[in-house]
């Protein structure tokens, strides 16, 4: 019996859901090998830890830090409303 349940260990259960991963939103991107934007995300975590975790106090260094990606080609160039960010 136990050859039997190890046999069928990785194989679906009758009436359990198949994972489907999916790419994500906006793609994938390159990642900042050479630092060219370390210090807005070095901001942004410091932002984030002092204010506990609380992303609204931190909203402008995290535009600024997209806004360096954007500039230095890391990511695909977005108006900021399409990120999150409303017009002031």
Same mark, same amino acid.
């Given at each position: ?5 190890? $046999? ?12 489907? $991963? ?10 900042? @090998?050479?630092? %060219?934007?370390?210090?807005q995300?070095? $901001? ?11 992303? +609204?106090?931190c +909203? ?8 360096? +990606?954007?500039?230095? %080609?890391?990511? $695909?160039?977005?108006?900021? %409303? @399409? ?6």
């Amino acid at each position: 019996k136990l050859c039997v349940a190890l $046999a069928n260990m990785g194989l679906p259960q009758a009436g359990t859901k198949q994972f489907q $991963a999916k790419p994500p939103d906006k793609g994938s991107f390159p990642l900042d @090998h050479d630092g %060219e934007c370390k210090a807005q995300f070095q $901001a942004y975590m410091k932002c984030l830890k002092v204010n506990e975790q609380n992303g +609204r106090k931190c +909203r402008d260094l995290s535009k600024a830090y997209l806004a360096c +990606r954007m500039d230095s %080609e890391l990511m $695909a160039k977005e108006k900021m %409303e @399409h990120l999150g960010f409303k017009n002031k």
